[in-house]
């Protein structure tokens, strides 16, 4: 794939550090290209991270409570649909979780739609980055599943509630935990992926007019799978530090 211009300029200013680093690693971590080690996707995670430290500065640095700004609305109100979305699932003391829940809704939403952009491209469209995103929510919500109840009690409620059924239903409930990494990373890759795909041919052949309604239906699409992704990662919390088993 032909690099875009933000991976070219990460390239020409870190090209050198990144892959040197990466030639310490083992043989399966060398890029393909030691010329070019950061790759599009990579590139945009990059810039969709800058986006968003560039824009919580801007509404930490402008915080108000008389006349609060427009992107204090939209992060307060961003904060209090997730923080009351996880008091409903998970219950008391959900607060907490509210900074990474955040924080992975507002990055998987503009990785979305970076996309949209001229000359950009959605990371989320790259199934690395959304097993990415996977891994580190399947990671999240076990660690706490075992700092809450402890190590020994967390494993005992993947045994289920009828004992002499443990020897069976504990590598079930391995299985279909290590399914949602699948799920996750699938449902989220495939979606955008289409979306982009759809959008780049409407626009290749018809320029004007019909494409809009695909960049609508890719900003609902976008917006949504965002929330699915954070909404099912909530859940799996919910059952991962839940006391009663």
């Known amino acids: 794939m032909h690099p875009l211009?933000?991976?070219?300029?990460?390239?020409?200013?870190?090209?050198?550090?990144?892959?040197?680093?990466?030639q310490a690693l083992p043989p399966a971590f060398h890029p393909a290209n030691p010329q070019e080690p950061i790759s599009n996707s990579v590139a945009m995670e990059v810039l969709v991270v800058l986006i968003i430290l560039v824009f919580f500065i801007l509404v930490r640095s402008r915080l108000s409570v008389e006349s609060?700004?427009?992107?204090?609305?939209?992060?307060?109100?961003?904060?209090?649909?997730?923080?009351?979305?996880?008091?409903?699932?998970?219950?008391?003391?959900s607060e907490k979780f509210t900074p990474f829940l955040v924080?992975?809704?507002?990055?998987?939403?503009?990785?979305?739609?970076?996309?949209?952009?001229?000359?950009?491209?959605?990371?989320?469209?790259?199934?690395t980055v959304t097993l990415g995103c996977?891994?580190?929510?399947?990671?999240?919500?076990?660690?706490?599943?075992?700092?809450?109840?402890?190590?020994?009690?967390?494993?005992?409620?993947f045994t289920?509630?009828?004992?002499?059924?443990?020897?069976?239903?504990?590598?079930?409930?391995?299985?279909?935990?290590?399914?949602?990494v699948m799920s996750l990373t699938i449902r989220l890759y495939a979606n955008i992926f289409a979306g982009d795909t759809v959008t780049e041919v409407f626009f290749s052949l018809i320029p004007i007019g019909v494409p809009v309604i695909f960049l609508g239906l890719h900003v609902f699409v976008s917006g949504l799978q965002a929330y699915i992704f954070v909404l099912?990662?909530?859940?799996?919390?919910?059952?991962?530090?839940?006391?009663?088993?």
């Open 134 to 157: 996977a891994v580190v929510a399947f990671l999240y919500y076990n660690v706490h599943g075992v700092k809450t109840q402890g190590p020994l009690r967390y494993l005992k409620h």
């Open 232 to 245: 099912l990662t909530t859940i799996y919390l919910s059952g991962a530090v839940a006391q009663e088993h």
């Open 5 to 22: 211009w933000f991976t070219a300029l990460l390239n020409k200013v870190l090209g050198g550090p990144v892959n040197s680093l990466l």
């Open 103 to 127: 924080s992975l809704f507002v990055f998987i939403l503009i990785g979305n739609l970076i996309g949209l952009i001229p000359t950009f491209g959605s990371p989320t469209a790259d199934k």
């Open 68 to 93: 609060p700004g427009r992107m204090q609305h939209a992060a307060e109100a961003l904060r209090e649909m997730i923080t009351n979305q996880s008091a409903e699932i998970i219950g008391p003391h």
């Open 160 to 180: 289920g509630p009828v004992w002499w059924l443990s020897w069976l239903l504990f590598p079930i409930e391995i299985i279909s935990h290590l399914a949602r």
